[in-house]
């Protein structure tokens, strides 16, 4: 695709040299398409909210004007539409900024117990108000993977809050770290388990691609931006890790994190 001339100089050559890059054509129209689609979805995903908040605007200046009960219905309802942008705003931020640093950090430990702990106390309202009870059931001992902290809260609480939303109203949701050499692979699984409704076996491969969401009652009902397993899927992939996710419909779904020990 392109050539390169080398001075002779920064070589040691009498000669120039030429350097030839190929780059696969197909592949970058690949990725081309892939982010003109990212684009179109991200504004489609904008500007719904956008057009029934300039909606309800031209409404509660017109026919609406002298009705206190409906402007006090429409005002909600454009409040809940702000914070729908607000939040795949912010998920839009998260992938940009992975996406502009591309390698992690060497070096940093992070204490999976601690990082978890206050996931789960980051979530106590959602849990609260879904009724769910959140239960741990840690392994003795360090739990501590190579990695950087701030990203794999993230993980955690994308994983934790879909259990809580998804998973069943009133139930409970178990969180365990299982550590050390027992695996074929020395690292540490967390894993996040529900009891809901689950996720149909054909949707499972595709669930972790943007904007992606099952469309099933609880999806419809919930709020998100089918954003947060892509961005969990991003951050294990820059930590080496796996996700694996198991599940079976009306019994429940189980999201297994898998974290190198290094
Ligand atoms: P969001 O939650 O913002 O819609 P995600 O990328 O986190 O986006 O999840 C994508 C979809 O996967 C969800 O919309 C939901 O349909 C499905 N899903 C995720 N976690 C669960 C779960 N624990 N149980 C059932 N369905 C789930």
Redesign the pocket.
Known sequence: ERAYRVSASSVGHATDLFVLVFKDQSETRRIDRMRADFIANASHELRTPLASISGFIETLRGPARNDPAAREQFLQIMQNQTGRMARLIDDLLSLSRLEMKPYLKPGTEVDLRQTIDSVIDSLGPLARENGVVIERDYAEGPLDVPGDRDELFQVFE?LL???C???QPGGRVTVSIAGGEAGPEPGIDVTIR?Y????PEE?IPR??ERF???D?E??RT?????????I?KHILTRHNARLSIK?EVGK??A?TVHLPAG
């Open positions: 994308n809050e879909n259990a939303k998804y998973g529900d809901g409704p689950g996720i949707h669930i972790t992606y969401r099952v099933v609880s999806s919930q709020k998100g931006t089918g954003l947060g397993l892509s969990v599940s429940g779904a999201f």
